[in-house]
């Protein structure tokens, strides 16, 4: 690693691969031997064209996604994907069945962070059905009000027939994660699950895509993702999305379906192959390069091992800090991130001295969520053991004075 960067563990944009990008500076010179830079090239040409071919190619791979499935780019984020899984799939409902009320058409909200809650309330501005929370992680906490733990599998209740399903993969401000382990407690209860039927099932997967397998992927209608952890620099969209759900809104509309803009329609994405107007040529350039790195070192599996192998390092030192009284872990054990670590630095003035020792060691991106606080350590793919490792000596030191 050249000498002038830091270890960043920030929450999102974060770390990227250096090998990444010096071949991304090259091809902001000259993308592909066309003698112009990714920057500066259409997005319709056959040279881009080919490359957002192969981008979706080495996902479809890497994650084993079926032909079930389409896998479509936009923009706009998570946050715009709050607005367009909940258009999207009313207006499926709506085609399925024209004559319920709104209030009969239940979306099923699981709730395990801020940023699902964040999307239950979206979901509750846009109307056109009712929110049904399919299970609140806070009253099962610690403290009966804050995010640290999966809820177990009996506290849930979903509707017999949803316009959706929502949870979030991993929740990066709370640090709490879903095992995909399913024996665990702490995995999404895939079995309560309406049976017999295309589930409307969607995962918000930004803070952990490509970190390791999904499970039960095919029975998903949607998976979306901000590129801006894992994957690539912000500004791209991933949605891997079953094809049932790509469904004519304006017909949905005609049967009183609240209507969509044309560039949040799934359809108007999947029609297009995802250029229906000008598509965020670099973050997807450099996403594609990220993900052809990925192929290289042994794709989802490789990370998952990686990603793995930083966490338990970071959590032993933790358990080591709360045996002597000096940091606390937020998360009950067994809803703990691989992602976001987050936890206290206890005493008076011992969080900011954390703080400072680490920035001046180049450990930087490690101040919690302002709306929780302590500290947040994001081990996104891109971290190395290495760089886990010099911050692990540096809480060994820090615990040991
Ligand atoms: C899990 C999750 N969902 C959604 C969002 C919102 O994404 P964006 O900022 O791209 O709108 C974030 C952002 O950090 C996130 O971590």
Known sequence: MSDSRSSNFGAGPSALPEPVLQEAVRGLLNFNGTGMGIAEISHRSKEFTAFLAEVERQIRTQLDVPPTHSILFTQGGGSAQFSAVVLNLLARHRLLHPDLTDDERAMDYVITGSWSKKAAEEARRLGGGKVNVAVDARPHSKDGRSFDNIP??????????????????????????????????????????PKDTLLPLVGDHSSSFMSRPIPHLADHAVIYAGAQKNIGPAGLTILIVRKDCIVDVDAATKLGAVPVPLTMAYKTLADSSSVYNTPPVLSIYISGLVLLRSQELGGVKYYEELN???????????????????????????????????FDVLGEGAEARFLSGAEALGIKGIKGHRSVGGIRVSLYNAVTDEQTDGLVAYMNTFLAQ
Do not use: Q, W
């Open 308 to 342: 793995k192998r930083k966490a338990d390092k970071l959590y032993s030192v933790i358990k080591a800090g709360e045996e002597k009284g000096l940091l606390r872990a937020k998360v009950k054990e067994g809803s703990r991130s691989l992602m976001n670590v987050v």
């Open 152 to 193: 177990a599998h009996d506290a849930y209740t979903f509707s017999p027939d949803p316009a959706l399903i929502y949870y979030c993969e991993n929740e990066t401000v709370d640090g709490v994660e879903f095992s995909n382990d399913e024996a665990s407690p702490a995995s999404f209860p895939f079995h309560l699950l």
